[in-house]
């Protein structure tokens, strides 16, 4: 059984929006970092968006003022609001939980399989 589980991706056209979730299975959602990572191809991994177990929200400088991480606790789903969509944020999304910040960054933790971002100009 998967642990995180995303949905929601696509393909837009430039402007457009979209809005990824991440399903998680287990009781500690609320005590955990969770995030999106994404990676083009030929490009390393990138964190875009964390939210920590208080709520605190950190992101990329290339998604600022585009995106907005958020959880629901109760249902145990991670969102990522996606607006302004541009052709460099095509890339395979993937959402990632871990005890603290310091270890989501060093992607460590649990992941999903993904979902595919593909924004044409």
């Known amino acids: 059984q998967d642990l995180l589980v995303e949905s929601g991706g696509g393909s837009v056209q430039a402007g457009g929006s979209l809005n990824l979730s991440c399903v998680a299975s287990?009781?500690?959602?609320?005590?955990?970092?969770m995030g999106w990572f994404r990676q083009a191809p030929g490009k390393e991994r990138e964190g875009v968006a964390i939210i920590d177990s208080d709520g605190a929200t950190t992101y990329a400088d290339a998604v600022k003022g585009r995106v907005t991480i958020s959880k629901d606790s109760a249902k145990s789903t991670l969102y990522l609001q996606m607006n302004s969509l541009e052709p460099e944020d095509t890339a395979m999304y993937s959402c990632?939980?871990?005890?603290?910040?310091?270890?989501?960054?060093?992607?460590?933790?649990?992941w999903g399989q993904g979902t595919q971002v593909t924004v044409s100009s």
């Open positions: 990632s939980v871990a005890d603290t910040v310091e270890a989501w960054q060093r992607g460590l933790g649990y």
């Open positions: 287990g009781d500690a959602f609320s005590d955990y970092c």
